[in-house]
Nanobody
Framework: QVHLVESGGGSVQAGGSLRLSCRVS?????MAWFRQAPGKEREGVAA????????FYGNFVKGRFALSRDSAENTLYLQMNSLQPEDTAMYYC??????????????????WGQGTQVTVSS
């Protein structure tokens, strides 16, 4: 059984940085971060294979965010820089176990954490 526990959210001013962490227990194939702002659909931020490979990013990231993993600690990180008010959202850690689905396919994720709030003020 997979459990995902996020931490690291908070409030920052525009231009600031935050690092989100997701502690993962259980076996997964891909891990990712999503976000959902009030009144908007959930969107994929970044994803990566649990074992190897380079990250996939949502089109809006534009080099501001960096996804990494620590396999020894079973932890996924999202470093977010140059944050803007439009980045305000609940951020969710996600995973899936389907080895036939690309980690870049954000529709494949079906395991979710509780979320951590990120608020960016202007």
């Amino acid at each position: 059984q997979v459990h995902l526990v996020e931490s690291g959210g908070g409030s920052v001013q525009a231009g600031g940085s935050l690092r989100l962490s997701c502690r993962v227990s259980g076996r997964t194939y891909c891990m990712a971060w999503f976000r959902q702002a009030p009144g908007k659909e959930r969107e994929g931020v970044a994803a990566i294979n649990t074992g190897r490979g380079t990250p996939f990013y949502g089109n809006f990231v534009k080099g501001r965010f960096a996804l990494s993993r620590d396999s020894a600690e079973n932890t996924l990180y999202l470093q977010m820089n140059s944050l803007q008010p439009e980045d305000t959202a609940m951020y969710y850690c996600a995973a899936h176990t389907n080895i036939w689905m690309s980690c870049g396919n954000f529709d494949a994720f079906n395991l979710w954490g509780q979320g951590t709030q990120v608020t960016v003020s202007s």
